[in-house]
Structure formats: structure tokens, C-alpha cells
């Protein structure tokens, strides 16, 4: 795997609904000169799951991982560096 060129860390913690939740964006080039957007969601402390999605454009790959990434801020996730 090759280093990502452009990650975020989001979590979001509700005690009183016994909710704590991680969700990662991470952005790495692939072997044929695109980008990849991998995005990692579950529970805190454990594996998760995770998806996959080509991009033949890097802007393009950050253009959804930024949607991404608004997305989960309006849902109360806070972004960690």
C-alpha cells in the first residue's frame, strides 16, 4: 500500500446513546497514475469496514472525498489532525 497523499481522522462520541464512531478518508495514488479514495467507518476500537473507489483523476478523488468529509461534519463527526 503507498503512502496517502491526503487522510482525515473524523470520530464522533455520545455517551448517552453509548455511541463512539471513527471514519477515515484517505486518498493514495494507484500503479496506473489515478487516485484511489479509501473510506473506513465502525466502531471505535475495532476493524470496521471499508470501500474502495477508482478515480482516473486525482482531483476528482478529492473532490468526493471532501463530500465526503462535509458530509460527516454536518452529522456531528469532528476531524482530528
Not at 7 to 31: C, G, K, Q, V, W
Not at 54 to 81: C, I, M, S, T, V
Amino acid at each position: 500500500m503507498m503512502q496517502p497523499f491526503c487522510y482525515s481522522h473524523l470520530t464522533r462520541h455520545d455517551p448517552a446513546r453509548n455511541m463512539a464512531r471513527f471514519y477515515r478518508l484517505e486518498i493514495t495514488a494507484d500503479l496506473l497514475g489515478g487516485a484511489m479514495l479509501i473510506r473506513r467507518w465502525g466502531r471505535v476500537g475495532t476493524t470496521g469496514r471499508e470501500m474502495r473507489h477508482w478515480f482516473a483523476d486525482p482531483d476528482a478523488a478529492l473532490l468526493e472525498r471532501n463530500n465526503w468529509r462535509q458530509r460527516k461534519l454536518r452529522r456531528g463527526y469532528l476531524e482530528h489532525p
